[in-house]
């Protein structure tokens, strides 16, 4: 897999994407296309594309795009964000994917403990994630009651709780 900065063409092809059934929650509305090319092709967010001989497969992003309002995130890791083009999903070829992000997201950072958020119901995503050395740590609620996992990968200071402990989901916590 080879991998380098996102730019304008790659995150237009991107935000035309369309996933099947329930996972067109990934889809980009028409309405924010513009705007989240932008955000995307600007390099202070750290979006990479993801090439397998020659042909683009999937994206990254490391850092705060990979948080979601409304859970609890501290300095103990990285966050990543992911995303395989909608016509290889579904085909095994996930975890093969997620390693090669790790590498390389590993390469860039010197190792960093990482961090991922799945939405809840997305149990193929879940599983990929677990199977390349995730471990879940909490479910939070968004304020639109969609139910998130954060899991982590590595050592680094991140405090990584039993594989076996239970998962509580917890409300999100509104400021003020």
């Known amino acids: 897999m080879k991998f380098r900065q996102l730019s304008v063409f790659e995150a237009e092809a991107i935000v035309k994407w369309r996933y099947p059934e329930e996972y067109s929650a990934y889809d980009v509305s028409d309405a924010s296309m513009e705007s989240t090319v932008s955000y ?14 020659a042909e683009l497969i999937g994206f990254c992003s490391i850092g705060n795009d ?26 095994h070829g996930g975890a093969k994917f997620l390693q090669g992000v790790i590498e390389f997201v590993e390469s860039e950072t010197c190792g960093a403990s990482l961090r991922a958020t799945i939405v809840s119901w997305n149990e193929r995503a879940l599983r990929v994630a677990e199977a390349v050395g995730f471990i879940p740590q909490t479910k939070f609620l968004r304020s639109d009651g ?15 709780a039993p594989p076996n402990t239970p998962l509580q989901p917890t409300a999100e916590k509104r400021g003020g």
Request: charged share 20%.
């Open 146 to 160: 969609q139910e998130f996992t954060i899991l982590v990968r590595g050592g680094g200071s991140a405090r990584l």
């Open 40 to 53: 995307m092709a600007d390099p202070g967010n750290r979006f990479f594309v993801v090439y397998e001989n």
């Open 66 to 91: 990979g948080q979601v309002a409304g859970g609890c995130y501290d300095g103990s890791a990285l966050d990543l964000g992911a995303g395989m083009r909608p016509d290889l999903i579904g085909r």
